[in-house]
């Protein structure tokens, strides 16, 4: 069987053709799919990300860019052990920027009071030509929900590795800090996150 420290389930969110299952394919190994393929329903990947004194199982969940589709099929559903959502605009589309915020009411609305991870990730930063969302707006959407924002291009792999890094790290934390004093968490386990969140915080020791 195997064995990792920490499970990490994240939901990306965001309209059609915002470079969803691109970004998917890539985290996972893939390459680059220049043709837009719509995603039918719900597809997932499963990749481990190893980090100094941690290691991570990390599931990303793909979901259809119709609103509707997603609000009339029991998307809520896939809310059961999500960790995290990752929500996802074109830069140089606006309206994908704009239907952000359906996106962020369908998410309030699923999660029932949970506590969840949230990350804002600009796509297509590559095409600088046809931005039409500037970075500084991008941000100030970002920090008005508490969440951290990257810019990315899933075309030449920019930061996609570090947003999920964010994700596992910023995860990492919070379940430590939700086992803390459960005798259920394997006690070597514990020790691990220990060490890696103490690692993480020493800049000297990376």
């Known amino acids: 069987m195997e064995e990792y420290d920490v499970m990490v389930r994240l939901l990306l969110l965001g309209e059609a053709g915002v470079g969803k ?3 998917m394919q890539r985290f996972a190994g893939e390459p680059f799919q220049e043709a837009h393929v719509p995603t039918i329903g719900v597809d ?16 990303i969940w793909d979901t259809a860019g119709n609103r509707r589709y997603r609000v009339g099929c029991g998307f809520g559903g896939l809310f059961r052990g999500c960790q995290g959502v990752i929500l996802i605009f074109d ?17 309030e609305g699923w999660r029932q009071g949970e ?12 095409r600088a030509a046809y931005r039409v969302v500037s970075a500084e707006e ?29 994700s596992v ?5 919070r379940q430590l800090g939700a086992c803390a004093g ?8 514990r020790r691990r996150l220990l060490a890696w969140l ?8 990376r």
């Open 115 to 126: 506590p969840l991870m949230l990350l804002l990730l600009g796509n297509k930063a590559d």
């Open 44 to 59: 997932f990947k499963t990749r481990r990300l190893d980090k100094p004194k941690l290691s991570a199982k990390v599931q």
């Open 182 to 189: 459960r005798v259920q968490q394997p006690p070597s386990r």
């Open 169 to 173: 790290e910023e995860l990492a934390r």
């Open 91 to 107: 830069v140089s589309d606006r309206e994908s920027f704009n239907n952000l915020r359906h996106c962020i009411r369908d998410v």
């Open 21 to 23: 299952s691109c970004i």
């Open 138 to 166: 991008a941000l100030a959407f970002a920090e008005s929900w508490n969440m951290l924002y990257l810019e990315t291009s899933a075309k030449h792999n920019w930061n996609l590795q570090e947003a999920f890094e964010h």
């Open 198 to 205: 103490a690692w993480l915080r020493c800049p000297c020791c």
